[in-house]
């Protein structure tokens, strides 16, 4: 494998232009409805540059959804990106591209600044896209910062460790295709090919391992012949607890169970007369009903509190004259309320 110091313009040509042949062969057929990868590979590296080189169209969200498909498929496929990157407004997309690109023509070396104008107001854009499209907006001066190109130009060839996808990685990148352009005098989208050709020629080929050939014996662990089995002595005992010596008595039968009696038919229900309520009148001995003596008639007194006597307004008299009147007329104490008072002797 060629480095990129020392390269040759002949050998670069010439790897150059077994590019074409190389994409075919990673080009799968495309589902219904999904771009196929030669249409994506020629809006990259023909359509887009002439139609944004140096300002003259806006990005939208779609154009550089096409450009993130086109990555995808052309190197790892990461597909959380396509996601990410179409929740970008139109305007947005169009302020941060045409902010990052004024300030790349008023200062063309401050690169890493640009990358992070992008970066930074886009989602879903990193510095590996956020190169590509700067690259897009420059194909003669910026380099996109591909997995194959970091490889050739910044890990000699080597394969392993992967970027890290970082400015200061770009910046390594973007320093070394500038010599390289200078000294060759290729400009940047042909270094991109190149590299993506040395790379993938020389990506280790994973062999799928022969599958062994059947052995013809049974599966499993294969049993030993009765010459090398071990033969274990016996114990002398039985199996199980020992015995005791004492024969433990057998339980008696159980009873057999007796037969149902069935039921006798339920005797008639006595039909009962209505009685009187109350106490059971008193019998005598001989079984006649002896009569209750009817009650004395009282003495005309009646049981509770005796009522008050209505007096007319005319003879109300004040409470003293009340209880001499009573005293003279010969009432029983009883009849006023309250306790009688003491005679004076």
């Known amino acids: 494998m060629s480095s990129p110091d020392d390269i040759t313009l002949s050998e670069f040509s010439q790897t150059l232009a077994r590019y074409p042949a190389l994409l075919s062969k990673y080009s799968k057929d495309a589902k219904e409805g999904v771009t196929p990868l030669p249409e994506l590979d020629r809006f990259r590296y023909v359509e887009a540059p002439e139609r944004f080189k140096h300002g003259s169209h806006t990005f939208t ?50 690169i890493d600044i640009v990358i992070n104008k992008l970066k930074d107001r886009l989602r879903g854009i990193g510095p590996a896209i956020a190169s590509l499209i700067l690259s897009v907006h420059d194909p003669e001066h910026v ?55 040395i790379i993938k020629e020389t990506e280790p080929v994973l062999v799928p391992k022969d599958k062994p050939a059947p052995s013809g014996r049974g599966r499993g662990r294969p049993s030993k012949p009765d010459s090398e089995k071990r033969v274990k002595p016996p114990s002398g005992r039985g199996r199980g607890r020992p015995a005791s010596g004492i024969a433990k008595p057998k339980p008696a039968p159980k009873p057999a169970k007796e037969p149902k009696v069935p039921k006798a038919p339920a005797a008639a229900v006595e039909v009962k007369t209505p009685g009187k309520r109350g106490r059971p009148a008193k019998v005598d001995a001989e079984g006649s009903a002896v009569a209750t003596p009817a009650a004395t008639p009282s003495s005309g007194k009646k049981r509770g509190r005796p009522a008050k006597e209505e007096t007319s307004p005319e003879t109300d008299t004040p409470n003293s004259k009340k209880r001499k009147a009573s005293d003279d007329a010969g009432t029983p104490a009883s009849a006023g309320r309250g306790r009688p008072k003491k005679s004076k002797a």
Not at 64 to 91: C, F, M, Q, S
Not at 185 to 191: A, D, G, K, S, T
């Open 143 to 197: 380099t996109f910062f591909s997995d194959e190109v970091f490889k050739w130009l910044v890990n000699d060839g080597e394969h392993k460790p992967t970027p890290k996808y970082n400015v200061a990685e770009f910046q390594k990148v973007h320093a070394a295709a500038k010599a390289l352009a200078a000294r060759l005098r290729v400009n940047p989208l042909q270094i991109e090919k190149v590299a993506f050709v």
């Open 61 to 110: 969200t779609g154009d550089i959804l096409k450009l993130v498909e086109w990555k995808l498929r052309h190197g790892a496929y990461r597909p959380g990106n396509l996601k990410k990157v179409a929740t970008n407004p139109d305007d947005i997309v169009e302020s941060a591209t045409k902010d990052a690109f004024d300030h790349y023509k008023a200062h063309p070396n401050e």
